[in-house]
């Protein structure tokens, strides 16, 4: 496997003391250098006439990788390490969001008015007209990010107190990028019943759903319950916001080598929750040949499958291997390492691959650079990124401002199609299918497509 780019996933904090003398600030940077580091700011803390402290901000590839760096700094003479510190633990200390209030309490008031007793006036009003929660509650503008903690990013089942870490990442994006409040709710439970039971019982602070983290194929099942039980959108963001993303990468990438949709071979690797639903909606885009491959090969007829992986049988047989021949597309939500450049020259011309396996792809981009013509992955360090967060929080953006019932196919279809609109066709590049994800544009085009295809669905409450 390629050595993984230096990020800053494994950024650290490295104080130092050394003699205040030509040289040794070189030679800490040589060492950093030298062991594969990734040299950012560099501060003077200190300084006197026979020694300087000095701050390196350095990027690593991994854990492992990190240790070396300290290890290699650590070994030159007449240096000393006074302090390392993981950054990205630091960012987490205390959690990464809280809780403001809108309304500044200084004066009588305003404390009769929000709270007792001018609030039971308010209460009352509700309760009379449900409709009003909309208007006179934060309900909306509030999801609820809803997590047992089985499938946490690609690390297994962590566990709800594992998996808030990242919850609560999904609800800073979901405000910085879209506006839209969010709180994660991790449950002590990954029993299908009691999650839906509890999801459906909280419902009413919320204006939408977003269920995370949740293993396959019980995904599919909560999902689908809750979508039939609930009158506000319930959306998956492993399935259906990868789906979108992919999608309208898909659609630019096929404009880059000038292939059509229904014309293309696609074969996926991963048949789980993602790769189910991204084939669904590519399906449902047009796509006609689509072939998809778990870790037991090609999902032939005479295999005994879930009802997921039945709605890609087909009857071809074989290994991955066997399925790229011939392939125009490679889409990846599997596991790393799993396509060989030896595969991908069996591929059609001008092949586009999607290795989206995080945080290691399914072949690293720097193997088949020239076999390659549209390379994207997961990953922020290499060109055209498929991120969830360019669809999830206008997704949910155009949902709660129109009020929306549920999330449709057609609500999801239009997203893709925004997003990839924001890439004119004078940028559109091999290295450019998507656009970036602080493209200030992107939340707000996929809300406005979001809530037109609402108002055609017949879903929106407007």
């Excluded at 005994?304 to 890609?312: A, S, V």
């Amino acid at each position: 496997m390629t050595q993984l780019t230096p990020n800053p996933s494994f950024s650290l904090t490295i104080q130092v003391e050394l003699f205040n003398q030509p040289g040794q600030l070189a030679a800490v940077t040589n060492a950093i250098a030298t062991s594969g580091g990734n040299i950012g700011h560099i501060r003077l803390i200190t300084q006197s006439r026979t020694q300087s402290v000095r701050e390196f901000i350095v990027d690593a590839s991994s854990t492992d990788h990190a240790d070396c760096l300290v290890a290699a700094i650590k070994a030159l003479p007449d240096v000393t390490v006074l302090k390392v510190s993981d950054r990205t633990f630091e960012l987490h200390q205390g959690g990464k969001i809280c809780v403001e209030s809108r309304i500044g309490l200084k004066e009588q008031a305003t404390l009769a008015m929000a709270y007792t007793p001018g609030v039971g006036r308010v209460s009352k009003a509700i309760a009379d007209d449900p409709s009003q929660v909309f208007n006179l509650t934060v309900k909306s503008n509030m999801v609820a990010i809803v997590s047992d903690g089985s499938a946490v990013l690609g690390l297994g089942n962590l566990g709800p107190e594992g998996a808030l870490p990242v919850m609560e990442g999904k609800a800073l994006l979901f405000k910085e990028f879209g506006g839209v409040d969010a709180f994660p709710i991790c449950l002590a439970t990954q029993d299908t019943e009691e999650i839906i039971t509890t999801v459906k019982h909280i419902s009413p602070v919320f204006g939408g759903i977003n269920l995370e983290d949740i293993s396959s194929p019980r995904c599919f099942e909560i999902e689908r319950r809750l979508r039939a039980e609930l009158d506000i959108p319930v959306f998956h963001d492993d399935q259906h916001g990868t789906a979108i993303v992919t999608l309208a990468a898909l659609y630019n990438a096929l404009k880059v080598v000038n292939k059509s949709i229904d014309q293309v071979k696609i074969i996926f690797n991963g048949a789980g929750a993602a790769g189910v639903a991204v084939a669904r909606l590519i399906r449902q885009a047009g796509a006609k040949t689509l072939w998809m491959c778990d870790s037991q090969g090609i999902l032939s007829r005479d295999r005994d499958l879930t009802p997921e992986k039945k709605e890609f049988a087909v009857e071809a047989k074989g290994t991955l291997a066997d399925a790229m021949q011939g392939a125009d597309v490679f889409i990846g939500l599997s596991v790393p390492g799993v396509l060989t450049p030896e595969m991908v020259k069996t591929m059609n011309p001008d092949p586009i691959v999607f290795a989206m396996a995080n945080p290691i792809p399914e072949i690293q981009p720097e193997l088949v650079r020239d076999l390659v013509t549209v390379m994207a992955t997961g990953r922020s360090d290499y060109a055209n990124q498929i991120n969830n967060v360019l669809a999830f929080p206008g997704i949910f953006r155009g949902a709660l401002d129109c009020r929306a019932r549920e999330i449709t196919s057609r609500m999801c279809l239009e997203a893709a199609a925004a997003i990839a609109s924001l890439v004119p066709p004078q940028d559109l590049n091999p290295e450019q299918i998507i656009p970036s994800v602080f493209d200030d544009r992107v939340a707000p085009a996929v809300a406005a497509s979001v809530k037109q295809a609402a108002r055609e669905d017949g879903v929106s409450r407007e």
